[in-house]
């Protein structure tokens, strides 16, 4: 989640300390290029730990520069 509230994705995998997240359709093209996630034919890519503000109950929320 961004610190807006909206949905980014789901995550799909957790390897070692990165989450590898599902992305959601609807991202915008801005927060996917924040991110890093530029790849259009891509539908799952990793969270890196420093995107990451909290993780609270079962969301993980982006910082707010996202």
């Known amino acids: ?3 807006d509230g ?3 994705g789901t995550v799909d995998k957790i390897a070692g300390d990165e989450a590898h997240v599902r992305v959601d359709t609807g991202l915008s093209g801005s927060i996917r290029s924040k991110l890093g996630w530029e ?3 891509e539908t799952v ?3 890196m730990h420093d995107n990451v503000d909290k993780i609270q109950g079962d969301e993980i929320h982006l910082k707010s520069s996202f």
């Open 6 to 8: 909206d949905m980014v």
């Open 45 to 47: 890519y990793p969270l």
């Open 39 to 41: 790849d259009e034919n």
């Open 1 to 3: 989640m961004t610190a």
